[in-house]
């Protein structure tokens, strides 16, 4: 893997897509900033906020940065680079989630610190939050993965309301789960083992799905 | 020095309806090989599979020593390549390509990248998207001759460009080709290009190689010879022609292997030899292709 290349690529997207990266860095600092000073209607204004921004600039990302690498036709004028698939895919992946960590580390640090400083809300919600924050991982990187193997927009916008979907009836179930739900109001966290699994579950999805896109691009035999 | 810039072996790609079938041919370095093929004869799969952007069904690749598509990054560190469906970045400038595309080739040479922005009339801080096709084409093509590649792969980089902005790409490809250690794989179904500048000469059709030569032996033998039958005379016979055409008494053949004793060889069947005219590129290449479809040449 040339380490160098793959840098040079990520800078490259970063620059093409500094505007959406910088409104979303801003507007996820604002998100955070409402969380924190914001009451107890803040805390909830801003956590939409939060949520709706990574959402939008993890599909925005993928759909800019890999599909429209083909509509676009600049595909050609990348893979002609000194670069092999690994390197291309390594890049997509690394430069799209880099980006998308630093607010969803804003997302899951605001949360968790708003709620271990501010006496009038429920720390036991923590685990709920963290394994709801991981699903919004999780279908970011179906995004990436789907994007990046059909390299279809038509894919890549199945994969952003699958991902939505999934994100609200995976909320819905999660908050149903007894020994989840039963220490949510509390003020304490409760590990509970369904907690656990599920977060465990969630991160083994990622590394599989981050897994398949390398295998899935290493079979590809056209690759413009 | 390896004496072969590209090998091709036996490749073969199958797609549903288009089959690139056992493409075989060499490239030595420093020579420019024109490829020609109609619209969808092949060209270019032949040459995204040089550029080991698709992988071969069968086969074996080699482009400057190194076996395609397995070692394509090593390989095309030393390769420029335009091809006609190739973008730039819309919304970047001419002048962040070059520094782009300077940061990874350590051979870029920014005082031909600063000659080459004058010759092709472009500004560093022009946006991609503001340029005509020409001028895309031709910021496609400083960035690819600026790295100094040892190999340039060029994959109908003409098409669509109006006369002077065409003269204009192939004027700079003329200047390249000073540089004896360059090659050049220059593809299109504009002959005349390809004639300019080229000194080998592939045509493909159909996913096939049908003739392959240097380009002064393509124009040596390949003759039509008008002729005119006496009454009692019959229509003379020689291997390597692949047309008859006009009428009767005033037949014209045309043949891929001409030598003068055909002339005499009329004249003994007893027809006169009116004229031998020599033929373009365009006349051989349509030719070679009617008669292969035609089923007149082996």
């Known amino acids: 893997m040339n380490v160098a290349m793959v840098k040079r690529l990520i800078l ?31 805390f909830i204004l801003g956590l939409i906020l939060l949520v709706t921004v990574l959402i939008g600039v993890g599909a925005q990302l993928a759909v800019a940065t890999m599909v429209f690498e083909r509509k676009e036709q600049t595909l050609p004028f990348v893979m002609s680079l000194p670069i092999s698939y690994k390197e291309y895919t390594a890049s997509k992946i690394l430069g799209n989630l880099i980006i998308f960590l630093i607010l969803w580390l804003a997302l899951l640090g605001g949360s968790f610190g708003v709620l271990a400083i501010s006496p009038d809300k429920p720390f036991g919600l923590i685990p709920f939050v ?7 991982l999780v279908s970011t990187c179906l995004i990436y993965t789907v994007a990046l193997i059909t390299e279809h927009q038509g894919w890549a916008i199945g994969a952003i309301i699958t991902g939505n979907l999934a994100l609200n009836g995976i909320g819905y179930y999660v908050a149903h789960i007894g020994s989840i739900a039963k ?20 991160f083994l999805i990622i590394v599989l799905m981050l897994g398949l896109t390398f295998l899935f691009q290493s079979r590809k035999k056209d690759f413009i | ?11 073969s790609k199958h797609y549903p309806h288009f089959t690139l079938d056992n493409i075989g041919f060499e490239l030595p370095t420093g020579s420019i090989l024109g490829f020609i093929g109609p619209n969808g004869a092949g060209k270019s799969t032949t ?29 095309k560190m030393d390769i420029g390549f335009v091809s006609e469906d190739m973008r730039l970045y819309a919304a970047a400038t001419v002048g962040w390509h070059m520094e782009f595309i300077q940061s990874i080739y350590p051979r870029w040479d920014q005082s031909y990248a600063a000659s080459l922005l004058q010759r092709f009339d ?15 084409v031709k910021a496609a093509l400083l960035l690819a001759l600026a790295r100094r590649p040892r190999l340039l792969v060029l994959d109908e980089p003409t098409t669509g460009l109006d006369p002077v902005a065409r003269q204009e790409v192939l004027g700079e490809l003329m200047a390249v080709l000073a540089d004896e250690e360059r090659t050049i794989l220059f593809s299109s179904h504009n002959t005349l290009d390809v004639e300019q ?28 010879l008008r002729l005119v039958l006496s009454q009692d005379a019959v229509l003379p016979r020689f291997s390597g022609i692949v047309d008859v055409a006009g009428s009767g008494l005033l037949p014209v053949l045309t043949t891929n292997c001409f030598e003068p004793r055909m002339i005499s060889e009329c004249q003994e069947m007893g027809a006169t030899v009116q004229a031998v005219d020599t033929m373009t590129l365009e006349e051989i290449f349509v030719a070679n292709v009617q008669s292969r479809r035609g089923g007149k040449l082996v």
């Open chain 2, 47 to 75: 040459i995204r599979i040089l550029m080991g952007l698709i992988h071969q069904d069968q086969g074996a690749v080699h482009v400057l020593g190194r076996s395609m598509p397995a070692e394509q990054a090593a390989a």
């Open chain 1, 183 to 202: 220490g949510m109001e509390g003020h304490s966290i409760q590990w509970s083992p369904a907690a656990s699994t599920i977060l465990a579950a969630e």
């Open chain 1, 12 to 42: 490259k997207d970063w620059y093409l897509q500094r505007v959406p990266i910088i409104g979303s860095l801003i507007a996820g600092a604002l998100a955070l900033s409402v969380i924190l000073f914001g009451g107890k209607p803040g």
């Open chain 2, 1 to 11: 020095m390896n004496s072969i810039s590209v090998r091709f072996e036996g490749v």
């Open chain 2, 197 to 224: 500048i080229s000194d080998q000469i592939v045509f493909i059709d159909r996913g096939r190689i049908i003739d392959a030569d240097d380009k002064e032996s393509f124009l040596d033998r390949w003759r039509r």
């Open chain 2, 122 to 136: 472009l500004k560093p801080q022009q946006r991609i998207r503001g340029l005509s096709h020409g001028q895309r």
């Open chain 1, 130 to 136: 963290a394994i709801m924050a991981t699903e919004i």
